[in-house]
């Protein structure tokens, strides 16, 4: 398969046009919200393209991209949106809005199975096989192409995928649940943000 992948520096071009519902990915230098900062976003219109976009951390500043990620009109599906979403509120300073999650949508249709990785859910329902090598790279300097495919590939599959698992959650009636299940992600990473990282709700 060949990709369109285009990098663009600091943010996305003014006249780009995405429609209406985009898959995002994020990449940082860590887990730790504070600590680690966003260097990268990856956004699919779902045509195999891949626009990333490596962000000026110097003042993050990057109005186009964050009138897309919080435009409610835009659909964005994530898969694990909980720390893309964080690392996003916490430097560009936005909610992010309308969300979709594979891996929360997986976890409630694929029973069947306790793997809920990108890996697995792009074998599964797209049937390729791909590397995860360079999931803990640094991506704070000059991006190497096998880099930059690992980033479309967390992307240009994510609008196919949540496709099949709708299909499964509705077939299960578990599409209530999960849309439920979606409306808590603000809080759920507002939470995180204020260092609330337990599950609130054990015992």
Sequence with gaps: MNIDIK????????????????AVDGEFMGLNVRRDPLCL???????NDAHIVQLDRSTYEAPN???ILSDEKITKIFHFSRAD?????YYLKIDTKNILDTKIASKLARSYSDSHSLKTLIKEFVNIDISKQFQNSDFGGELTP????YCANDVIYLHRIHDELLKIL?????TDL?????KFLKTRVD??????RDDIWAH
Excluded: M, T, W
């Design 41 to 47: 976003l990856q956004i699919s219109s779902g045509n």
């Design 7 to 22: 990098v663009h520096k600091a943010d996305l071009p003014d006249d780009l046009k995405l429609g209406n519902v985009i």
């Design 85 to 89: 979403l964080a690392h996003i509120k």
């Design 146 to 149: 096998a880099q930059l495919k």
């Design 191 to 196: 939470l995180d943000l204020a260092l609330f």
């Design 178 to 182: 999960y849309k439920e299940c979606l």
């Design 170 to 174: 509705d077939r299960e009636k578990r």
């Design 65 to 67: 991209l964050s009138k």
